[in-house]
């Protein structure tokens, strides 16, 4: 009979073989040689005994450990699969509309594997420590800084300790809102913006510099801004800025009075749309002119210049300037830029370099002050000149290049004031335009100086 021991021998040897390559190859797949796969425990025997605004109760104003046997719901809304978060869940109280959020710091990484968004968790607050930073609360461990207490990351080991899933992962809706409402909102919670997009100046660049948090800037269609702040780590911090527009979901926080958003991967931005229309915010006119100029010869701080608008609708003066040329010089001596302010349909610009000391004579306070030897500052022999945001001249008083003393546009110890009949701008100076007060000025000038507040007519324009 033929022996067949060697030939089983030879098996049982080729299934070893085999099952240490399986073990390999199983072993090579993983990233992490240190990777177990967690077992979630489900925290049998433990309730809530706590909310957050009991949470919120326990606060009095510095950083507290936590003694008492209290146990905490939430829900995670943050994931560290893409390394924007690190070292840290985002924990909000309920999973739509939510009135609460917290920080809750900890050592553990790829904790989206045991606490994947959505996750319904127990927190056992017994020996965590609470704090609050800039309107966030904080939970977790401590460490002590020049003698300060501050809650720190939680050591790993500790972790099992005090979270537990409580089996329940379900989708969390993020709140939508708008750039505008997003002081009403409590921080670490999980929100959506719509129609928003990367500013035209940072598309072309990436999500974030390496190893260095960056902030790039999002938009909305009517130009409200907010932050979004990427870590240097990301995975996806190589990665050039969506061009589109569209929604964005992420973490809302917050650094000193900005706000911002942080997202938990690119799967959160949908920018698929086209970019938002450009808006308009530059206009010119022929209905806005210099109408009155002011150098009282009783009080050269009550100097000021007057703009009048003459057409059917109010104008917004973004990116007009007025500047001034000292005597004769060719070169601008000083300029005003008069974005943020609106002329009304019939109505006045006051600028003046002394709201004070204007207001305590005519009774009112300017529509701008500015410093002195600024445009409004003149002392009767500079030229004026009014620009629209596309660097057009639209009116002017004098002549560049002429200093004003003895000529028709002096207005030294007086006034300037435009003709009544005047209903547009005009870049070329036209004395015929003008009424003119000083004190040695040509002939066709009246040489009466003028005194204030009983001379002069600031914001009515007659």
């Not at 990367?198 to 999500?207: A, I, S, Y």
């Not at 001596?333 to 610009?349: F, P």
């Not at 007060?437 to 204030?452: C, E, R, Y």
């Amino acid at each position: 009979m033929k022996n067949i021991y060697p030939n089983i021998k030879r098996i049982q040897f080729l299934v070893k073989i085999l099952g240490v390559q399986i073990l390999i190859l199983s072993y090579s797949c993983v990233a992490n040689p240190d990777f177990e796969i967690p077992l979630l425990d489900c925290g049998e025997g433990t309730g809530a005994n706590l909310d957050f605004q009991g949470l919120d109760s326990l606060y009095q104003g510095e950083t507290l450990q936590i003694l008492d046997d209290f146990v905490l719901e939430g829900y995670v809304v943050s994931s560290d699969i893409a390394s924007n978060f690190f070292g840290v869940l985002i924990i909000q109280d309920k999973l739509e509309n939510p009135t609460q959020g917290l920080r809750f710091e900890m050592d553990q990484s790829q904790s989206h594997l045991q606490f994947p968004p959505g996750t319904k968790i127990l927190i056992k607050l017994n020996g965590l420590y609470l704090g609050k930073t800039k309107d966030e609360y904080k939970l977790g461990g401590t460490f002590s800084s020049f003698g300060n207490i501050s809650v720190g990351r939680l050591p790993s080991l500790k972790v099992k300790d005090h979270l537990f899933s409580a089996c329940a992962e379900e989708k969390a809706m993020p709140t939508s809102t708008t750039i505008s409402q997003l002081g009403q909102l409590p921080l670490n919670t999980l929100i959506k913006l719509e129609n928003m997009e990367f500013l035209n100046e940072e598309l072309g660049e990436t999500f974030a510099v390496k190893q260095e948090e960056t902030i790039r800037m999002l938009q909305d269609c009517d130009e409200n801004q907010v932050e979004l702040v990427t870590s240097g780590y990301a995975d996806f911090q190589a990665e050039p800025l969506p061009e589109g527009r569209g929604s964005i979901t992420g973490v809302l926080v917050k650094d000193g009075d900005d706000y911002q958003l942080m997202i938990r991967s690119l799967g959160d931005i949908d920018f698929t749309e086209e970019r938002c229309p450009e808006i308009i915010t530059e206009f010119t006119s022929n209905k806005v002119f210099i109408s009155e100029l002011a150098d009282p010869d009783n009080n050269s701080s009550a100097r000021f210049v007057e703009l009048y608008n003459a057409g059917d609708s109010p104008l917004d003066l973004n990116l007009w300037t007025l500047r001034r040329y000292t005597n004769d010089n060719m070169e601008i001596g000083s300029e005003v830029d008069l974005s943020g302010n609106i002329i009304e349909a019939n109505g006045t610009l006051v600028v003046s370099p002394n709201a004070e000391e204007f207001e305590m004579v005519y009774g009112f306070p300017p529509d701008l002050g500015i410093s002195t030897n600024s445009p409004a500052d003149s002392n009767g022999d500079d030229n004026l000149e009014l620009v629209d945001p596309f660097g057009k001249v639209i009116d002017a008083f004098g002549m560049v290049g002429e200093d004003g003393s003895g000529t028709n546009h002096e207005f030294e110890d007086g006034r300037a004031v435009r003709n009544p009949d005047i209903i547009e701008a005009n870049p070329v100076y036209t004395f015929m335009e003008w009424t003119v007060f000083n004190d040695t000025g040509d002939s066709g000038t009246t040489k009466q100086p003028q005194n204030a507040p009983e001379d002069f007519s600031p914001k009515e324009h007659k």
